[in-house]
């Protein structure tokens, strides 16, 4: 049975053991990793851009959800 992801979730720990969580929808079910990759990339880019390049992470944790 093979289980494929509709939503990419991060999950950021800052160096300051601020926390911040979150999720794109994306296009289609999805079980390749790359496209998981890029999702999670996108998300972890916004946040770096909206931090004007001052987020300084202790930790980055991925995961997939709404499971088909």
Do not use: C, M, P
């Given at each position: 049975?093979?289980?494929?992801?509709?939503k990419v979730h991060i999950k950021i720990k800052t160096t300051n053991f601020e926390v911040?969580?979150?999720?794109?929808?994306?296009?289609?079910?999805?079980?390749?990793?790359?496209?998981?990759?890029?999702?999670?990339?996108?998300?972890?880019?916004?946040?770096?851009?909206?931090?004007?390049?001052?987020?300084?992470?202790?930790?980055?944790?991925?995961?997939?959800?709404?499971?088909?």
């Amino acid at each position: 049975l093979k289980n494929i992801g509709h939503k990419v979730h991060i999950k950021i720990k800052t160096t300051n053991f601020e926390v911040y969580s979150r999720t794109k929808t994306l296009d289609k079910f999805t079980d390749d990793t790359q496209t998981i990759y890029e999702g999670a990339k996108n998300l972890l880019v916004k946040e770096w851009n909206n931090s004007q390049g001052k987020l300084r992470l202790r930790l980055i944790g991925v995961r997939v959800s709404d499971l088909k």
